[in-house]
């Protein structure tokens, strides 16, 4: 009753709104201008353990790994340095590992759990700065693509061709 008499109380002031916003929303309450009263703003979010992402991850996982088992014959000529250990592509095949994925960090318990990686989404060049991989993995997370994968994988594929 008190809190009930207290917005009453406030409601009688002008210039005083209340915005009840549900736990684990994607909404942030503000103002886009000082002048407007446009107060909720709607985020996008594509994170990584999405259901749907979840099942985007896989099924590029599943594609990829019987794609790069068929062209098998023809990689191996193209790629210099045997990059693709075929045990790592039966692990993705069966689900027990994804192509992409965080790279190890102190931090990277904090992410969304995710099944061990065969690649990093690391350049070898960030492969030091604790800071770096930190944010890289904070984006890969927060910002999933299986666009993004497929492009990191053929980079780190060929990258020795």
């Not at 190890?104 to 770096?132: A, Q």
Request: glycine letters at 2%; hydrophobic letters at 40%.
């Amino acid at each position: 009753q008190d809190i009930i008499y207290s917005m009453a109380n406030v409601r009688s002031k002008k210039n005083i709104d209340f915005k009840i916003v549900p736990e684990k929303s994607q909404f942030i309450i503000g103002s886009q201008s000082i002048y407007s009263d446009d107060n909720y703003f709607l985020t996008h979010l594509n994170h990584i353990n999405s259901l749907e992402n979840i099942r985007k991850k896989r099924i590029f996982d599943l594609y990829s790994s019987i794609l790069i088992l068929l062209l098998s014959p023809f990689l191996l000529i193209f790629i210099k340095k045997n990059i693709l250990n075929f045990k790592e592509v039966f692990k993705v095949l069966t689900g027990n590992k994804t192509w992409l994925g965080y790279h190890k960090s102190k931090l990277s318990s904090n992410l969304p759990k995710i099944k061990p990686c065969v690649f990093s989404v690391l350049n070898e060049s960030e492969k030091n700065n604790e800071e770096i991989i930190n944010k890289v993995n904070i984006i890969y997370a927060k910002d999933y693509s299986m666009f993004l994968d497929l492009n990191l994988l053929l980079k780190k594929i060929f990258k020795s061709y």
